[in-house]
């Protein structure tokens, strides 16, 4: 009923920019929470920030002040702006979303499918 898409992965040098994004589509009611997760290989997924409906975010230690969430208004597009990349920051990122769907109103977890981040020293 409702699919999460994602782009602009890519391989970036260290200290260098990359911007993600995550179209949801489908029978949206509202969004509660957005969110972008990532999962270094050999590691678990982990958070990297949480968007609320009111606006409140939740970044993690390893990304503040580098890394900001944002939503376009007025659609069900959000971004992850990273600035100053390094090494560690190799990852696939997901993005996710909490989605409250027209039909039952019920809330549905979503994911994207990923795409890879690779940063180079």
């Known amino acids: 009923q409702v699919q999460l898409v994602e782009s602009g992965g890519g391989l970036v040098q260290a200290g260098g920019s990359l911007r993600l994004s995550c179209a949801a589509s489908?029978?949206?009611?509202?969004?509660?929470?957005m969110g972008w997760y990532r999962q270094a290989p050999g590691k678990q997924r982990e958070l990297v920030v949480d968007l609320t409906s009111g606006g409140g975010t939740n970044y993690a230690d390893s990304v503040k002040g580098r890394f900001t969430i944002s939503r376009e208004n007025g659609k069900n597009t959000f971004y992850l702006q990273m600035n100053s990349l390094k090494p560690e920051d190799t990852a696939v990122y997901y993005c996710?979303?909490?989605?409250?769907?027209?039909?039952?109103?019920?809330?549905?977890?979503?994911w994207g499918q990923g795409t890879q981040v690779t940063v180079s020293s």
């Open positions: 489908g029978s949206i009611f509202s969004i509660t929470n």
């Open positions: 996710n979303a909490r989605i409250r769907v027209t039909a039952t109103l019920r809330l549905v977890d979503s």
